[in-house]
């Protein structure tokens, strides 16, 4: 996220996206495939970095592509071997972008919780842990989101 000013001086939110460039690496075709779609790869990898079978799916003149995607439907005109890049989107003013988060695996309370911890000095050997997190007398449960 950043801020972006316009002529006026209204502030305006913005979320910053880097495009990488698209290779168009393959097509499904309903005769062979039973659907129609657009395979399309993104940012270049080693050819020592994958294996035979995967670097199988790039022609001759492409190089292997760390990621691929099948995109059904695809509107544009292409070949296989074409570079796609920001230029799809010039009539588009909204762009949906979905993204993973990164796992944490298991964390302990102050990353997950944000716990503040306790002393780190007089011999204290309460450094990361919960402490309490319920009362003891009512209603002698851990309240709901604790």
């Not at 499904?28 to 039973?34: L, N, S």
């Not at 099948?70 to 972008?97: H, M, N, T, W």
């Not at 716990?115 to 204290?124: Q, T, V």
């Amino acid at each position: 996220m950043t801020q972006v000013f316009d002529e006026s001086g209204v502030l305006t939110p913005v979320t910053v996206i880097k495009f990488e460039d698209n290779y168009v690496v393959g097509e499904r075709v309903p005769e062979r495939d039973g659907y129609s779609a657009c395979l399309i790869g993104s940012i270049e990898v080693k050819e020592s970095r994958v294996s035979k079978p995967y670097a199988g799916q790039f022609k001759d003149d492409l190089k292997p592509q760390k990621y691929l995607c099948e995109i059904k439907d695809f509107g544009a005109e292409y070949e296989v071997g074409q570079k796609l890049g920001v230029e799809l989107f010039a009539d588009s003013r909204y762009v949906d972008v979905t993204g993973t988060s990164k796992g944490k695996g298991y964390q302990g309370v102050i990353k997950r919780h944000g716990y503040g911890g306790g002393r780190k000095s007089h011999g204290s050997k309460f450094h990361r842990a919960p402490g309490s997190t319920g009362m003891a007398a009512w209603p002698s449960k851990v309240q709901r989101c604790k």
